[in-house]
Structures are given as C-alpha cells and as structure tokens.
Nanobody, 121 residues
Framework: QVQLVESGGGLVQAGGSLRLSCAAS????????MGWYHQAPGKQRELVAE???????NYASSVKGRFTISRDNAQNTVYLQMNNLKPDDTAVYYC???????????????WGQGTQVTVSS
C-alpha cells in the first residue's frame, strides 16, 4: 500500500554532513506527520526529529542546532540535514510517516527500511 524509501546514508568523518531523504509512495490520500528515528546497536529506536503536515517541528535535544528536518508535501518526501556529525550519531536511521491511504478511513504508521549512518572519529 505505502512504501517509504530512505537514501543518503553513508560513512563520514566527525564534523561532516549528510543529507537523508525519505520518499513515500503508493495509494496515499494524505500524510500527517513524518519523522526520523535512529537505532544504535544494542539500543532502542529513538526519535531524532519529526514534522507535521502544518510544519510543526520537534527535535531530540541531542541534535538541536545540528540537524534540520524539512518536507516537500508535493513530493511526499521528508529530509534530514545532519551537520557537525559526531560518532555518537552512528546508527541506522529510519523514517516514518502517518498516512491515510485512498482505501482507508483511518491513518496508519509506516516505516522505511532504514539507512546506515556511520561517523568516524
């Protein structure tokens, strides 16, 4: 029904930058919030940033001032610009979206497959 595909991960040195993208496709009627989570080995998945359809944004305290989330509603795409990356940012990054499909009356949460971000010291 709905697919989320992330791209833009990779290996970068501390202090460097990466830009992640996540495109939603399928039988989409509307998208509420979209967000990014990360999960380091042995740890729980945690919120990085989220943005509502109206542009309200929430960041984890650990990334404020370094990461910027944005979205293109026409393209059903959410971005995460990550600057001044630190080794502690190393994790698999997942996007999610709360989506109402054309076949449903209700919204459901969908996840992407994840993209690896590795920051070397």
């Amino acid at each position: 029904q709905v697919q989320l595909v992330e791209s833009g991960g990779g290996l970068v040195q501390a202090g460097g930058s990466l830009r992640l993208s996540c495109a939603a496709s399928g039988s989409i009627f509307s998208i509420n919030s979209m967000g990014w989570y990360h999960q380091a080995p042995g740890k729980q998945r945690e919120l990085v940033a989220e943005i509502t359809s109206g542009g309200i944004i929430n960041y984890a305290s650990s990334v404020k001032g370094r990461f910027t989330i944005s979205r293109d509603n026409a393209q059903n795409t959410v971005y995460l610009q990550m600057n001044n990356l630190k080794p502690d940012d190393t994790a698999v990054y997942y996007c999610n979206a709360i989506v109402r499909t054309t076949a449903e009356r209700y919204e459901y949460l969908y996840w992407g497959q994840g993209t690896q971000v590795t920051v070397s010291s």
